[in-house]
C-alpha cells in the first residue's frame, strides 16, 4: 500500500477505545490522518490520543454513547472546531449479546438496535450535511456476516441491528453518491477479542473447520481493510459491503 495514503484526512472513529476500533484509529494516525475518536471510556480515550499524538497526528477526543443523538453532533462539532471539515467517518461503535429470543428482554433488544443501528443512522445524519457541502467523504461502517445468517449462539438483536447496517450503507450510497460521497462496509468474521479469548477449545476447532484460512482474524486484519476503503485507492468502490472472513462467507 502507499505510503501515508490518508495524508492530511481528518477522521471519526466511533467505539475507538479497544478493539477494531483502535486498531483502525492507528492504523489512520499512521498513515497521515487527525482523528477525533469516540468511545463511553474517557481513560481509554485519553491513553489512545496520546499513542496518536507519539505518531506524530492531533488527536481529539469525544466522550459518548451513540445510543445518543447528541453525542453524534457533540463529535461533529468537535471535528469541525478542531480541523475545519471531516473526510472520513467510521461507525464503529457497538455492543453484543447473545442471549436467544425467550430470554431477550425487551430492554435488551431495544439497548443493542440502539447502540449499533440507530446510532450508525445519528452519526451519519449529523455528518452527511457537512460532506455535502464539501462535496466529498467517505463513510465506513463496521458491520458484522451475523447479518448474513441465523446463528444459535447469537441473539435476534444482534443480527437484526447489523442487517440494518447494511442497508443504511447502501442507502446512503446511493442516495449520496452524486456528491461525492462513498458509504461502504466491512462485514467482519470472527475476530480475536476479549471474548474469543473465553471460547472452548472445542468450539474454537469445530469454527476453525469453518473457515478456509484457518486462522481466526486478527483486529489489525480489519484496520488495514478499512485504510483502504477509505482512501483514494478505493475510489470506485462504494455501496459495497465486504465480508473479512477468512472465506467463511464467500460472495
Not at 26 to 54: H, P, Y
Not at 162 to 177: C, D, I, P, S
Request: net charge neutral.
Amino acid at each position: 500500500m502507499q505510503a501515508n495514503v490518508l495524508n492530511g484526512k481528518v477522521a471519526i472513529v466511533t467505539g475507538a477505545s479497544r478493539g477494531i476500533g483502535r486498531h483502525i484509529a492507528l492504523a489512520f494516525a499512521r498513515e497521515g490522518a487527525d482523528l477525533v475518536v469516540n468511545a463511553t471510556n474517557t481513560a481509554l480515550l485519553q491513553s489512545l490520543a496520546g499513542e496518536i499524538a507519539a505518531l506524530g497526528r492531533k488527536c481529539v477526543i469525544a466522550v459518548g454513547s451513540v445510543a445518543d443523538s447528541q453525542t453524534a453532533q457533540d463529535m461533529v462539532r468537535a471535528a469541525l472546531d478542531a480541523f475545519g471539515r471531516i473526510d472520513i467517518v467510521v461507525n464503529n461503535a457497538g455492543v453484543m449479546n447473545r442471549k436467544g429470543t425467550l430470554e431477550l428482554t425487551i430492554d435488551e433488544w431495544h439497548r443493542v438496535l440502539d447502540v449499533n443501528a440507530n446510532g450508525v443512522f445519528y452519526v451519519c445524519k449529523a455528518v452527511l450535511p457537512v460532506m455535502v457541502e464539501q462535496h466529498g467523504g467517505t463513510i465506513l461502517n463496521i458491520t458484522s456476516t451475523a447479518s448474513k445468517a441465523a446463528h444459535p449462539n447469537a441473539s435476534p438483536a444482534y443480527g437484526a441491528s447489523k442487517a440494518a447496517v447494511t442497508y443504511l450503507t447502501k442507502h446512503f450510497a446511493a442516495e449520496f453518491g452524486k456528491y461525492g460521497i462513498r458509504v461502504n462496509a466491512l462485514q467482519c468474521g470472527p475476530i480475536h477479542s476479549e471474548m474469543t479469548d473465553q471460547w472452548t477449545p472445542e468450539y474454537r476447532a469445530a469454527l476453525l473447520q469453518k473457515i478456509p484460512v484457518g486462522r481466526i482474524g486478527e483486529p489489525e486484519d480489519i484496520a488495514q481493510a478499512a485504510v483502504y476503503m477509505v482512501s483514494d485507492l478505493a475510489s470506485f468502490v462504494d455501496g459495497c459491503s465486504l465480508n473479512i472472513s477468512g472465506g467463511k462467507f464467500m460472495e
